[in-house]
């Protein structure tokens, strides 16, 4: 089962505006980190957020994490066509013998019309 | 600044043939991950190490095997490959750390006809 549901699954925007998806996990996690990734492109590293953070800046990115929830979102503010991709959202959990993994999410397709 | 490197960037094979896939992690990080994206699919999981022993085993198919080496690259090789092998594979690298980032390699390309 994903340990990661987001949501939207999909949105489209104008440029200016502010974009926010969000993610849901299932169990404690150590961190969550999300990616970006453009068609059929690699993963870029946006920001990471540890379990004991409630919220986190990067430039227009802002990040709040709701460990009660078990749920983030991903602010992106003042959105540019450039940032048209897909966002998704991963957990990192690391315990017993386990060095840890990131598990991923579905993914949010964002759109930014020019 | 260095990233993770993977290759081959494309690979075509045949059905029923094999298939290595090379991974080098940013210097002085002693972690790999690979995940498989299908299309449309979120990355999954296949299997990690850390220290050049393995770390963790997800949905990986007994048809693959993979091994980290002494000089911390990792291969990753998938035997009597199937269409539905189809997908992008991603190597991702960290300082084996708990709350450190994983960057991911641009990716291989594995097409199965």
């Known amino acids: 089962s994903q340990q990661g549901e987001e949501d939207p699954q999909a949105l489209s925007i104008q440029e200016g505006e502010n974009a926010t998806m969000n993610c849901s996990y299932k169990t404690s996690i150590n961190n969550l980190q999300w990616y970006r990734q453009n068609s059929g492109r690699g993963l870029v590293h946006l920001i990471l957020?540890?379990?004991?953070?409630r919220e986190k800046h990067s430039g227009r990115l802002r990040v709040t994490l709701d460990t009660s929830k078990k749920s983030s979102s991903l602010l992106i503010t003042a959105s540019r066509a450039a940032d048209t991709a897909s966002y998704f959202c991963a957990t990192f959990i690391a315990g017993g013998t386990s060095y840890g993994k990131l598990t991923f999410g579905q993914g949010t397709i964002l759109t930014v019309h020019p | 600044a260095a990233g993770v490197i993977q290759s081959p960037r494309h690979l075509i094979k045949e059905k029923r043939e094999t298939a290595t896939l090379k991974c080098y992690p940013i210097?002085?990080?002693?972690?790999v991950y690979w995940y498989q994206q299908g299309p449309g699919q979120d990355p999954q999981f296949l299997i990690s190490?850390?220290?050049?022993?393995?770390?963790d085993k997800g949905s990986i198919p007994d048809r693959f095997s993979a091994q980290q080496f002494s000089d911390y690259h990792s291969e990753l090789n998938m035997s009597s490959l199937e269409l539905g092998d189809s997908a992008l594979y991603f190597c991702?690298?960290?300082?084996?750390?708990?709350?450190?980032?994983?960057?991911f390699g641009q990716g291989t390309r594995l097409t199965v006809v």
């Open positions: 991702a690298s960290s300082p084996g750390l708990t709350n450190t980032e994983a960057f």
């Open positions: 190490f850390y220290e050049k022993m393995q770390s």
């Open positions: 210097p002085r990080h002693d972690t």
């Open positions: 957020i540890r379990s004991n953070e």
